[in-house]
């Protein structure tokens, strides 16, 4: 099994930064992927981020060119900083640990190594 612990989030006003992170314990040789999800009530959980341990990156459209996802593969920790957040991100955001590589990720549904979450809310 593997553990993922979160930290990070809060408020913030629309335009400002914000930094989660996260670290995994437990069965972590197994992790081949690492990245968040985000959920906002009644709609499904989605992608945000992802970064493979060699290094690859996938972003879903919405946060490309403001979010920038980084990790520490040996470590298993990865980090996600989010610039210019908008209102439409608030949400509860997700870690998740994946032991597929980064294609099968994106293209199907989400492995069940989850975080507890952390609330994000951009307002003014």
């Known amino acids: 099994q593997v553990q993922l612990v979160e930290s990070g989030g809060g408020l913030v006003q629309p335009g400002g930064s914000l930094r989660l992170s996260c670290a995994a314990s437990?069965?972590?040789?197994?992790?081949?992927?690492m990245g968040w999800y985000r959920q906002t009530p009644g709609k499904q959980r989605e992608l945000v981020a992802m970064i493979e341990s060699g290094g690859r990156t996938y972003y879903a459209d919405s946060t490309k060119g403001r979010f920038t996802i980084s990790g520490d593969n040996a470590k298993k920790t990865v980090t996600i900083q989010m610039n210019s957040l908008k209102p439409e991100d608030t949400a509860v955001y997700y870690c998740?640990?994946?032991?597929?590589?980064?294609?099968?990720?994106?293209?199907?549904?989400?492995?069940?190594?989850w975080g507890q979450g952390t609330q994000v809310i951009v307002s003014s």
């Open positions: 437990g069965s972590i040789a197994s992790i081949k992927t």
């Open positions: 998740n640990a994946d032991p597929r590589f980064l294609g099968v990720v994106v293209a199907g549904p989400p492995f069940n190594y």
